[in-house]
């Protein structure tokens, strides 16, 4: 995948060498190999069978590493599927300005539409959600999708007035969505307890073995607050068995219901415009999406 962001570093695999021989002498004559990634933050390279380093692509993500050093330990802990917790952490150098990590590498692939136990894998991601809600929110910090909804309404507008121009999307379905998201608008915000939220559950964050999950990836937009954002997944993961599975493990209430399916649309809406050009899975799966939240109504 080329160049995401306007403010992205150059990283290759010669870069990328030369930081771990000085951070990771034993690892000198280990030939960093590129790992293909629809993922936005951080650019992936193998370091031999049981490594991966993570290098940040923009300041904003390499203020992200710290986050998961500090906390992905502590979540780890308490969840019940393994996590890509740093097993080291390289400082800024004159040769890449921010900090990077080394994480364990996690056997798995991303799903795919043909899930093969899809309600398995919705009782699995409600078991997780479960889990990381239930970890003590003390001292952690403000998920960065934790606020009220309202506060994307600029940005979800901006990005359904794009949607005119966008050959992937129904020109009579933007009627719809700008209805969808009218009366998104009028939901209650959250009003329970602040609980712990992964922020970002999306198909390329989830790894599965056998149909079932593995483990679940890139906690860069972790931490508390309203919880409902991590019910998106049933809408850019999982079919209607699966999505249903999910919410039955969950025992989510109908308001609730509709601000994660709200959420779910707006990370598409925003996403689609931004990454059309450059990023194919997130632009795919955007439009399943929009396509799925629709036909739920």
């Given at each position: 995948?080329?160049?995401?962001?306007?403010d992205?570093?150059?990283?290759?695999?010669a870069?990328?060498?030369?930081?771990?021989r000085?951070?990771?002498?034993?690892?000198?004559?280990v030939e960093p190999?590129?790992?293909?990634?629809s993922?936005?933050?951080?650019?992936?390279?193998?370091?031999?069978?049981?490594?991966?380093?993570?290098?940040?692509?923009?300041?904003?993500?390499?203020r992200?590493?710290?986050?998961?050093?500090?906390?992905?330990?502590?979540?780890?802990?308490?969840?019940?599927?393994?996590?890509?917790?740093?097993?080291?952490?390289?400082?800024p150098s004159?040769?890449?300005?921010?900090?990077?990590?080394?994480?364990?590498?996690?056997?798995?692939?991303?799903?795919?539409?043909?899930?093969?136990?899809?309600?398995?894998?919705?009782?699995?991601l409600?078991?997780?959600?479960?889990?990381?809600r239930?970890v003590?929110?003390?001292?952690?910090?403000?998920?960065?999708?934790?606020?009220?909804?309202?506060?994307?309404?600029?940005?979800?507008r901006?990005?359904?007035a794009?949607?005119?121009?966008?050959?992937?999307v129904?020109v009579?379905?933007?009627?719809a969505?700008?209805?969808?998201?009218?009366?998104?608008?009028?939901l209650p915000?959250?009003?329970g307890?602040?609980?712990?939220?992964?922020?970002?559950?999306?198909?390329?964050?989830?790894?599965?073995?056998?149909?079932?999950?593995?483990?679940v990836?890139d906690?860069?937009?972790m931490g508390?607050?309203?919880?409902?954002?991590?019910?998106?997944?049933?809408w850019?993961?999982?079919p209607?068995p699966?999505?249903?599975?999910?919410?039955?493990?969950?025992?989510?209430?109908d308001?609730?219901?509709?601000?994660?399916?709200?959420?779910?649309?707006?990370?598409?809406l925003?996403?689609?415009?931004?990454?059309?050009?450059?990023?194919p899975v997130?632009?795919?799966?955007?439009?399943?999406?929009?396509r799925?939240?629709?036909?739920e109504?």
């Open positions: 995948m080329g160049r995401l962001h306007d992205e570093f150059a990283v290759d695999a870069l990328v060498r030369s930081l771990v000085h951070r990771f002498p034993g690892f000198a004559d190999v590129p790992v293909s990634s993922g936005t933050d951080n650019f992936l390279f193998r370091l031999g069978d049981g490594l991966v380093v993570r290098v940040p692509r923009t300041p904003a993500a390499a992200l590493i710290d986050l998961e050093n500090r906390w992905l330990p502590v979540l780890a802990a308490r969840l019940p599927v393994p996590l890509p917790v740093p097993v080291g952490v390289g400082e004159d040769d890449f300005p921010w900090p990077w990590a080394v994480s364990r590498w996690i056997d798995g692939v991303n799903p795919v539409d043909d899930l093969d136990d899809p309600a398995g894998l919705g009782r699995d409600a078991r997780f959600v479960a889990a990381l239930r003590p929110v003390d001292g952690g910090p403000r998920g960065m999708r934790s606020g009220a909804l309202s506060g994307r309404d600029g940005d979800v901006a990005a359904i794009r949607l005119r121009g966008d050959d992937g129904d009579s379905a933007v009627s969505v700008s209805a969808l998201w009218d009366k998104a608008m009028s915000v959250w009003d307890p602040d609980m712990w939220a992964h922020g970002d559950l999306s198909p390329g964050n989830v790894l599965v073995r056998d149909g079932r999950l593995a483990a990836l906690f860069g937009l508390i607050g309203d919880p409902t954002v991590d019910l998106v997944v049933a850019n993961l999982l209607a699966g999505r249903a599975a999910f919410r039955d493990v969950l025992g989510v209430g308001d609730d219901w509709a601000r994660g399916r709200a959420w779910a649309l707006s990370i598409a925003i996403q689609l415009p931004y990454y059309r050009d450059t990023n997130l632009v795919a799966n955007s439009r399943h999406v929009i799925q939240v629709l036909a109504g």
